[in-house]
């Protein structure tokens, strides 16, 4: 592992994070919820906020796809995304919706800042983000899809969004 330069479980509790906060809202696959636990873990995301009925840990299918990242990664479960929401206010955190929706963000055109408390919610393989959370939200990012195709899987969508926001902040390192 130190070879490839690879924190141990104790090193990563340790590090610093970034202070970006997943929300995953009704995600149908557990498999989904694992694969984001393991970017999650990939780009030292503060923490996974679960939401509904959407798998937690400990389940077979997640701990299948996260390769462990579920015993690393902070995560909390809440009933309903408001919950979510509110804890989230409270620790001064904007909150985003991943979705395209009228008036979106472009992901590619989002400027934050090192510090700036940023959580993006990820909605349900079929139906996406609740239109009642969306309009409780700071805004939507939307990941611009040139293609016939016009969606992506959560668990891609998460990783190219959490990829952007993570560089960016490396950027200004």
């Not at 970006?20 to 498999?31: G, W």
């Not at 919610?121 to 805004?139: A, R, Y």
Request: hydrophobic share 45%; proline share 2%; aromatic share 8%.
């Amino acid at each position: 592992m130190t070879e490839l330069g690879r924190k141990s479980v104790a090193e990563f509790k340790e590090s610093a994070k970034f202070p970006v906060i997943i929300i995953l809202e009704n995600i149908r696959s557990a498999y989904n919820v694992g694969s984001v636990f393991r970017t999650a873990d990939a780009f030292l995301i503060e923490a996974i906020y679960i939401v509904g009925y959407s798998a937690k840990p400990p389940h077979k299918e997640i701990k299948k796809t996260a390769l462990g990242a579920e015993e690393t990664v902070e995560w909390k479960y809440f009933k309903t995304t408001a919950e979510a929401i509110d804890e989230l206010r409270s620790k001064d955190f904007q909150v985003f919706a991943a979705e395209q929706a009228e008036g979106s963000y472009l992901l590619h055109e989002i400027k934050t800042e090192i510090e700036e408390k940023i959580a993006i919610i990820f909605g349900n393989e079929v139906t996406g983000v609740e239109q009642s959370v969306i309009e409780i939200c700071d805004g939507c990012i939307e990941i611009p899809q040139l293609g016939m195709k016009h969606s992506l899987n959560i668990a891609t969508a998460a990783g190219v969004v959490l990829w952007e926001l993570v560089r960016g902040r490396l950027l200004k390192n």
